[in-house]
Each structure stands twice: as structure tokens, then as C-alpha cells.
């Protein structure tokens, strides 16, 4: 693969593909390397793609297994606190709803932020995720209701 190629996919979606694994993971380091696995497998794998989409959707479910198999495993690492946050851009105005957002379960805050954050549809979260359409959509339910009592207890 062209060393260009990987500088400009690098440049277009590192930073939500560090929002992904930063919500699953809640870890800046761990979230950082799993950034970095993801562009080494597009490296080594040199997937072909059809599309700019397709690239995208693939880079977000390689992040995604990515980040949930170092979840299991790395435990060692200190979290990211809260007052670090504005280091991944989170404007003063929705770090409440991104703190309340970060509390909620990995599968809630991967959906959430794929479709509110990246505008995706829950039939392309499914294909993105490989969760079936309709989970992702109770998921999606589920995270807002968990959002809504989480930002009412805050008040």
C-alpha cells in the first residue's frame, strides 16, 4: 500500500476514530494505541474499498473490535479524568452530556456516538458494528433513556 494512502486515511479519520475507541475504552492511552492497531491492520491488510464510505464503515469496526478486546484486557492503565477531556475537543457547553455520556455502558456509548455524533443511521451502525439493526436501535433507546435519567439526577 501507498505510504500516501495511509498519511491521508490517517489524516481524514483519526480523530473520530479516536473518539470511538476513547468511548469504549475511557482511557487516552489505551485509546491512542488502538488507534494506532487499527491503521497497522489497513496497513498490513491493504484492504481495497469501493468507496470512501466502505473505507470508513471498516476503520470503525476494526477500531471498535479493536477497542473491545483491549477492554477486556487492559485494566492497568489510569483513566482519563474527566478535567482531560477538553484535550479531544469537548466544548465547555456539552461536557456535561459528554460526562453523563461516558458513564453509560460501552454498547450504549459506541451507538450513540456513531449515530449523534457521526450522523449515521442505525442500519449503518448495524453494518459498521455487525450488531443486527434492531439492537442497535433498542441500544440507541436504551442510551437515551439512560442519558435522560442520568442528566436529570444531575440537576
Not at 469504549?24 to 491512542?32: C, G, M, P, T
Not at 456539552?94 to 455524533?117: N, Q, R, T
Not at 449515521?120 to 458494528?129: D, H, L, N
Request: proline share 1%; glycine share 4%.
Amino acid at each position: 500500500m501507498d505510504k500516501r494512502f495511509i498519511e491521508l486515511a490517517v489524516e481524514k479519520y483519526s480523530r473520530m476514530l479516536f473518539r470511538i475507541c476513547f468511548a469504549i475504552l475511557a482511557n487516552k492511552e489505551d485509546a491512542e494505541d488502538a488507534v494506532q492497531d487499527t491503521f497497522i491492520k489497513y496497513y498490513t491488510d491493504a484492504p481495497t474499498f469501493g468507496s470512501s464510505e466502505h473505507e470508513k464503515a471498516w476503520l470503525i469496526r476494526v477500531a471498535t473490535n479493536i477497542s473491545k478486546n483491549m477492554s477486556r484486557f487492559r485494566a492497568r492503565h489510569k483513566s482519563l479524568s474527566m478535567e482531560e477531556v477538553a484535550e479531544i475537543g469537548v466544548s465547555d457547553k456539552d461536557y456535561d452530556v459528554f460526562e453523563s455520556i461516558m458513564s453509560l455502558p460501552a454498547k450504549y456509548k459506541i451507538v450513540m456516538d456513531l449515530h449523534y455524533i457521526e450522523g449515521y443511521t442505525a442500519s449503518e451502525i448495524s453494518m459498521i458494528t455487525g450488531v443486527n439493526a434492531d439492537a442497535v436501535r433498542k441500544r440507541l433507546q436504551t442510551g437515551r433513556s439512560k442519558l435522560k435519567t442520568e442528566l436529570e439526577r444531575s440537576e
